[in-house]
């Protein structure tokens, strides 16, 4: 499966029309989702559409799973859209090290436990 940060890059090159190898390829050029899809002529809001439904559905089964409580994942769930829109809209931030954000529950910032990580990467470290 492809994934930048925390976003799952299957169900965006999908809803492109696009395979996931030359999603990351235009990508890798810069572009955002968002430039790729109008020059596919696709409609953006499909795109992000099947973005937030593949993260939520990653959320929802975190929940299932008891990886997550479910406080916890209607919090996640409720900053999907903002969250994956300004993505897609403006790309993806950088870390120190060049590579893509990867935060906490796929907020930007540094940590483990992705909404596109499996829901093992989800339960906190025990000490």
Do not use: C, W, Y
């Amino acid at each position: 499966m492809g994934r930048l940060g925390a976003i799952a890059l299957d169900p965006a090159a999908k809803a492109l029309g696009i395979s996931t190898d030359e999603l990351k390829t235009d990508l890798a050029k810069g572009q955002t989702i968002a430039q790729i899809a109008k020059t596919k002529n696709r409609d953006l809001n499909k795109v992000i559409g099947a973005l937030i439904a593949d993260a939520s559905g990653k959320v929802d089964a975190a929940v299932k799973a008891g990886h997550l409580d479910q406080t916890q994942g209607d919090k996640l769930k409720s900053g999907l859209k903002t969250s994956i829109t300004d993505a897609v809209n403006n790309g993806f931030p950088k870390g120190p090290f060049g590579g893509s954000f990867g935060g906490r529950f796929g907020f930007p910032g540094h940590g483990r436990g992705g909404v596109g990580d499996p829901p093992s990467a989800l339960k906190p470290p025990t000490a």
